[in-house]
């Protein structure tokens, strides 16, 4: 008599994100997966990114979105290789849908891939895509208990970038107390603290992902590498 | 033979959704489902909403977390009727658990419950909690473009309000474009600007909730009722 066997629901992304993993370490590229809420700033954070990381290695982003191509636009804009995955409205990316996108992309030129998943500080930090890091987003606008709330995405982080610090004068976000809060779930992470407006603390950011990709061996800097 | 059947995943939700509404509509209770991004302001709204909606009428809050008591606690602090459903870890509230919250409240004495769900623009809009209404908090931090980005739970809001107000001279919000996309996708509800930091536009938000709740009957404001 033949079983029937339901896996779980999980299974499936996984294999896809395994297999996007071989392909990956054959070409010798790393992926980062940003995860972030809505408004978080992940797409400024990005578009402040481009110009200067593109100096020290090739990369390409994925643009993750419930609908339009608004963030492809502003990335294509800079000159930067990007392409739009759109879920039409599921909460977070797949592993199966990136792995195809990952596969059209001239990936014997490519050092990163840099994936912005859906606005979502929850779902997406469930799903594994393949990547080597996850960074997490948070801005200074959402308040200071935000990792409490969040902690899986904090605890799971490679790197933590606290964004629209421009802001601090003016909303009641205590910067020490979340910066405790981020230690106690993730005592090793690098966060960043940056502002894409006027364009302070991006240069720390920059180092880590160049460091990641491979093009600054050893770097000099004590930043937790990618897996 | 018997015929298995598998239903939906949605339909236990559902069901759990339609019995909630049943005993709302024994008691005569209206209740309204609060949805936004960690960090939108849905607590400081609310914080702000008690004292003013506590004399007009008697209500309870539900609020949704994944973890931590803390919106709980800031509401319990200012005298309100308040209990805390936390999903460890899940992205929206499903309707069991707030059926059972609902069930122990004092319910012969409300007239209303708001419900603030778990911080997401994405998940909790597809979940029906057995809500009268759906209001949609959007700070004017997080992009003017949010709407097209997350149409889903702006088509079905009853209401909209745009938050932290106090931070449009700091921030790169286009206020009219925000809300021309927010009247291409919902050309019905009310959208109120409101700061929770200064008190700006709250009176319109506090009349439109006092409104549903049925204590000012017809209430002299062309406001969509809850359903």
Same mark, same amino acid.
């Given at each position: 008599?033949?079983?029937?066997?339901?896996?779980?629901?999980?299974?499936?992304?996984?294999? /896809?994100?395994?297999?996007?993993?071989? *392909?990956?370490?054959? !070409?010798?590229?790393?992926?980062?997966? *940003?995860?972030? +809420?809505?408004?978080?700033?992940?797409?400024?954070?990005?578009?402040?990114?481009?110009?200067?990381?593109? %100096?020290?290695?090739?990369?390409?982003? *994925? !643009? @993750?979105?419930?609908?339009?191509?608004?963030?492809?636009?502003?990335?294509?804009?800079?000159?930067?290789?990007? +392409?739009?995955?759109?879920?039409?409205?599921?909460?977070?990316?797949?592993?199966?849908? &990136?792995?195809?996108?990952?596969?059209?992309?001239?990936?014997?030129?490519?050092?990163?891939?840099?994936? !912005?998943? &859906? @606005?979502?500080?929850?779902?997406?930090?469930?799903?594994?895509?393949?990547?080597?890091?996850?960074?997490?987003?948070?801005?200074?606008? !959402?308040?200071?208990?935000?990792?409490?709330?969040?902690?899986?995405?904090?605890?799971?982080?490679?790197?933590?970038?606290?964004?629209?610090?421009?802001?601090?004068?003016?909303?009641?976000?205590? *910067?020490?107390?979340?910066?405790?809060?981020?230690?106690?779930?993730?005592? %090793?992470?690098?966060?960043?603290?940056? +502002?894409?407006?006027?364009?302070?603390?991006?240069?720390? /950011?920059?180092? /880590?992902?160049?460091?990641? @990709?491979?093009?600054?061996?050893? @770097?000099?800097?004590?930043?937790?590498?990618?897996?």
């Amino acid at each position: 008599m033949k079983i029937k066997v339901y896996r779980d629901l999980m299974g499936d992304n996984d294999r /896809w994100a395994a297999k996007t993993r071989v *392909l990956l370490a054959k !070409e010798n590229i790393k992926m980062l997966n *940003l995860i972030g +809420s809505p408004g978080a700033g992940k797409t400024a954070l990005l578009e402040k990114t481009v110009r200067k990381l593109s %100096r020290r290695l090739d990369f390409a982003v *994925l !643009e @993750g979105d419930l609908e339009t191509k608004n963030d492809a636009r502003r990335l294509a804009r800079l000159n930067c290789r990007v +392409s739009q995955l759109l879920t039409g409205g599921g909460c977070h990316l797949e592993a199966k849908m &990136v792995h195809y996108a990952v596969r059209d992309l001239p990936l014997r030129r490519l050092d990163m891939i840099i994936v !912005e998943n &859906v @606005g979502n500080l929850v779902c997406p930090a469930e799903f594994d895509i393949g990547e080597h890091a996850k960074a997490v987003a948070i801005s200074v606008t !959402e308040g200071d208990d935000k990792p409490l709330k969040y902690p899986l995405i904090f605890r799971e982080a490679g790197a933590v970038v606290i964004t629209k610090t421009d802001l601090l004068p003016h909303v009641p976000f205590r *910067l020490k107390k979340c910066l405790g809060f981020i230690r106690k779930l993730n005592p %090793r992470a690098p966060v960043f603290q940056v +502002s894409a407006l006027n364009g302070n603390g991006l240069g720390g /950011w920059i180092n /880590w992902l160049a460091c990641a @990709g491979g093009f600054v061996p050893g @770097g000099g800097l004590a930043l937790k590498p990618f897996r």
